[in-house]
């Protein structure tokens, strides 16, 4: 148990749907990152946030959005779905946001599935 | 650009054969971290190491090691006498100093240890 908690774990819409998958970092953790996991991209970066700020930003598409709040707990928010945008979503954190500031510790995901 | 290789796909062995898994990266900074991830088949990312660039030690831990050659742009893998639990895909990272904790990661090697 990595000490990241991913809600929810599974998740079935349709084409143009909007979803909110949400994310609480480990204790301790200030920095939060978005991953994206798909069959033809490979694992993406997508957005960090450090203490509740956007620290980093990825190839995240604008139908995509992030943030992160005071007590630190992140949501993704995915707009107009589409079928590619099936995928297993991860969220990571680390103590701190900068470079050999600690590892990425990563949440078991949120696998969501465009119909 | 940062980018990480794992040209090794799927690797497939008999439980208690040795197996070295390949990552060879490419990038411009001269601080940078590598690291190699587990992912088994229940879907999570597992830590396994971090190395930073200065430190070119190999490291053992129980049967994994890592040798990390930056003459050669080079951070492998090796499993000592496998087991099937050490069957998932594993992924090797980098982060450059200069992109914060951003990981870019390879696509991975899909490891099957067969009894």
């Known amino acids: 148990d990595s000490g990241v908690t991913q809600t929810p774990k599974h998740l079935i819409t349709a084409t143009g749907q909007r979803v909110t998958l949400r994310c609480s970092p480990r204790?301790?953790?200030?920095?939060v990152y978005w991953y994206q996991q798909s069959l033809d991209q490979g694992l993406q970066f997508l957005i960090q946030y450090y203490n509740g700020e956007e620290r980093a930003k990825g190839n995240i598409l604008e139908r995509f959005s992030a943030q992160q709040f005071p007590d630190l707990h992140s949501e993704l928010n995915l707009s107009s779905l589409e079928l590619g945008d099936s995928a297993l979503y991860f969220c990571a954190s680390s103590v701190g946001g900068g470079a050999g500031t600690g590892e990425l510790f990563f949440g078991e995901g949120s696998r969501l599935t465009v119909l | 650009a940062q980018k990480v290789t794992q040209a090794q796909t799927e690797i497939s062995v008999v439980e208690k054969e040795d197996v070295t898994l390949d990552c060879v990266y490419e990038t411009r900074d001269t601080t940078y971290y590598l690291f190699w991830y587990k992912q088994p088949p229940s879907g999570e990312l597992v830590f396994l190491i971090r190395?930073?660039?200065?430190?070119?030690q190999n490291e053992i831990s129980g049967r994994y090691s890592w040798n990390f050659q930056k003459s050669t742009s080079s951070f492998n893998f090796t499993i000592t006498a496998s087991q099937v639990v050490d069957s998932a895909v594993y992924f090797c990272a980098l982060s450059e100093a200069k992109a914060g904790n951003m990981l870019t990661f390879g696509g991975g090697t899909r490891l099957m240890v067969k009894p």
């Open positions: 190395r930073n660039s200065f430190d070119e």
């Open positions: 204790s301790g953790d200030l920095s």
